[in-house]
């Protein structure tokens, strides 16, 4: 398994040659992995709002499903860097996941260039409602099926594009989000996307 952030400088400058900013959200819902994702990429040690989950919470939050060890969760965003080159930064903004957040997902939706939708197999439908803003939004998205503990055999990526009635152009792929190298193939496979929808946009007469 890669390093994780832990072994990252807990600072990590900004050059003073940057001159662009881009911004990714990573949506999904609770307890998906979000805040684990942005952890495993970033470059520096990230920013993050996350609280320890109280007796507020039953009855509130849904953890069916999650693990037990599962004591946090966040309030705001998290948020992690990567330095694509002397001039350029991409900035990653992890949304909340619990229904009564929502609300702060369109401000974080504002300016962004596209989002990763982190998907549980064993709460697919949570990830519905991510899908149903970014579409409203009209913001490119990938949708990468975080698969814990390495497993692969319960469903397919087929069969979770057609539970998530994803339209065949939208990417989907496996990730494992404690996992740098995985994580990494998640963010490619955006750019990759939004560069395929950059290119299709000028072809068109």
């Known amino acids: 398994m890669d390093s994780a952030t832990s072994e ?6 900004l050059g003073d040659s940057v001159e662009t900013g881009l911004k ?36 509130v939050d849904d953890k069916a499903g999650l693990a037990a060890t599962k004591t946090t969760t966040t309030v705001a965003f998290d948020f ?44 697919m439908s949570d990830s519905w409602y991510a899908i149903d803003r970014l ?4 913001t490119p998205f990938v949708v990468a099926v975080n698969r814990f503990d390495g497993d692969m055999a319960t469903f ?10 994803l339209s065949a152009h939208v990417p989907l792929i ?19 996307h939004l560069h395929e929808l950059a290119v299709a946009r000028e072809m068109t007469p």
């Open 24 to 59: 990714i959200v990573i949506v999904g819902g609770f307890g998906v992995g979000k805040t684990t994702l942005v952890k495993s990429v970033s470059e520096i040690r990230p920013l993050n709002t996350e609280e320890v989950m109280t007796q507020a919470g039953v009855g």
């Open 174 to 192: 496996d990730c494992d989000a404690r996992v740098r190298s995985s994580g990494k193939r998640v963010l490619i496979s955006l750019v990759d």
């Open 135 to 138: 579409e409203h939004h009209k």
């Open 156 to 165: 397919s990526l087929t069969e979770i594009r057609q539970a998530l009635s």
């Open 80 to 123: 992690g860097r990567i330095s694509l080159n002397d001039r350029m930064v991409l900035y990653l903004f992890g949304a909340p996941g619990q229904e009564r957040f929502w609300f702060l997902w369109d401000r974080l939706f504002a300016g962004t260039l596209g989002a990763v939708v982190l998907v549980d197999t064993r709460r």
């Open 8 to 13: 990252l400088p807990s600072r990590t400058p």
